[in-house]
């Protein structure tokens, strides 16, 4: 059902220190609210510096939509407290406003007003701006404020090196799409555990949740009794989307050929919204498939970084893949800043074994199949002896079986990392994990499902956000990176002044 890789266990075991500079990075995007939790309408505020150039702190699809970005780091601790300086930064610098602690926006109304972000006068910044408007036209405003947490990981050279000395360079892109995969067939662990959004806002209810008995409380919200993360509940569309441009992750050349292709390729569904509306406005960059790379949202993305004005896919046909980002994390509600240290912990076990398991071209059959998986996780994923098809469509398999076969491995890279740093945390990281699958109560979307229904989304989420907020507040004296944030709110209104008389 699942590979062996005791012969790449026993190598790592030899080799312990090949698992030696992981380096991680996160990207945390967060709503900021009035104090009642009703969307904030103030712009980007001046005092945190420019969304544009600002290193660690932009927007993203709306001006009330904060992104932070940690630099990357070989060291988890210091993600984590560069990610709550920041936010305790923010708090800082708006007091009358507070960071909404769930996925989906439960407090918006037919009355809400979402402004598109904005990047100033700049050509970069009007095709930044012109991009979301396009994904408002494409997509709807509300969806594309449901929040998340991307994840951005790599292994290091020495880890590529010991299955091909020879080659490994050119090795590694067709070692992050075997990961890559691998993410697919096996990812459904992730929402399963931290997915945090069993209710939707009423407002994104669509004909695709037809088919399921939603079930409403007092509040305008609707939800499923074992659901773990609807935030991901179009992934359908999503994936069909995928199908249907042909990109499939099999080897580097075949995905940023089809990338190309649904860049330039126009869809007749956005030639019908038009490039221009009636006063000669663009209201999308263009009208093929994507307007850029950035629009194929999917769970797992190659990712490379950019140099000299190229772009995604040069950059990656000329250097290869670097990292690997994760999306298919909701806001944790339970952490001040939307991810702890134990979902980090998990995901090195997991990616890492990712990438050790060998996997098989992947056909649109078998990601046809895949997306099941994901949906029977996301809709009704805690069910009783729930049950997914892994390698053969006519044969399911229980959660349990197969948890057991990835736990049994990811025990045994657990020690070896362990052992690497002398400490026992990602043993201990797998066991409070394994506890989920034997009692789905633990879960994540599990406590926020009791927490509505007992005291109320909205309740729940204006006492998360105004603890956190006054945690943030109290510790904002003791925050190292308090100087330095200062000076880059400077640096980058400077810098956005200097891109724009430059036009």
């Known amino acids: 059902m699942i590979p062996d890789i005791s012969e790449k266990l026993s190598c790592l075991k030899k080799n312990p220190k090949i698992l030696k500079g992981i380096f991680r990075g996160i990207e945390r995007e967060a709503l900021r609210t009035q104090k009642n939790g009703i969307f904030s309408e103030n712009k980007h505020p001046y005092n945190i510096g420019s969304a544009l150039t600002h290193r660690w702190i932009t927007t993203d699809f709306a001006e009330n939509l904060l992104e932070f970005i940690t630099p990357t780091s070989n060291s988890i601790d210091y993600l984590l407290s560069f990610l709550k300086n920041l936010h305790s930064f923010v708090a800082s610098k708006t007091p009358h406003e507070r960071i909404w602690p769930f996925s989906i926006p439960y407090s918006y109304n037919a009355d809400t007003n979402i402004k598109i972000a904005q990047y100033g006068l700049s050509k970069i910044g009007k095709i930044k701006t012109t991009y979301r408007i396009g994904l408002k036209k494409r997509y709807g405003d509300l969806e594309n404020t449901i929040s998340g947490v991307h994840y951005n990981f790599s292994l290091p050279i020495t ?42 806002s009423k407002h994104l209810f669509r004909d695709k949740h037809q088919i399921y008995n939603f079930k409403k409380p007092k509040e305008n919200i609707l939800y499923l009794p074992w659901s773990t993360s609807l935030r991901l509940s179009n992934i359908e569309c999503i994936h069909k989307k995928i199908i249907d441009l042909n990109i499939m992750f099999n080897d580097l050349n075949s995905y940023v050929r089809s990338l190309n292709n649904a860049i330039t390729t126009p869809s007749k569904k956005f030639v019908n919204i038009g490039l221009k509306d009636a006063n000669g406005n663009l209201q999308q960059l263009n009208t093929n498939f994507l307007q850029m790379e950035s629009e194929l949202y999917t769970q797992i993305r190659p990712k490379i970084r950019t140099y000299n004005n190229e772009s995604f896919t040069e950059a990656l046909q000329k ?98 990392l362990d052992d690497n ?52 507040i109290e510790t904002c004296s003791h925050n190292i990176h308090k100087n330095m944030l200062e000076q880059e709110v400077i640096n980058s209104h400077k810098k956005q002044k200097e891109i724009e008389g430059q036009e």
């Not at 360079?169 to 067939?185: A, E, P, W």
């Not at 394994?434 to 005291?455: G, H, M, R, V």
């Open 319 to 416: 250097r290869g893949v670097e990292y690997v980002e994760i999306r298919s994390l909701d806001i944790n509600p339970f952490s001040s800043i939307g991810i702890n240290k134990t979902q980090i912990l998990f995901l090195d076990l997991f990616l890492i074994w990712c990438a050790l398991i060998d996997s098989p071209p992947m056909n649109k059959n078998k990601f046809l199949l895949i997306i099941q998986n994901w949906k029977k996780i996301i809709f009704e994923g805690r069910k009783p002896n729930q049950k997914i098809y892994i390698t053969n469509p006519s044969k399911a398999n229980t959660l349990e079986e197969i948890v057991k076969i990835i736990f049994n491995d990811l025990k045994k890279i657990a020690w070896i």
């Open 159 to 200: 880890f590529w090196k010991c299955w091909n000395e020879k080659k490994y360079v050119t090795s590694i892109s067709s070692g992050y799409f075997n990961l890559i995969r691998n993410y697919y067939q096996f990812g459904w662990i992730i929402p399963y555990l931290f997915g945090a959004s069993p209710a939707i």
């Open 421 to 472: 740093e002398k400490n026992f945390l990602y043993q201990k990281t797998c066991e409070k994990m394994i506890l989920f699958f034997k009692n789905p109560e633990l879960t994540y979307s599990a406590k926020c499902l009791k927490l509505f229904l007992e005291d109320g989304a909205m309740n729940t989420a204006l006492y998360l956000s105004n603890q956190y907020h006054k945690n943030f």
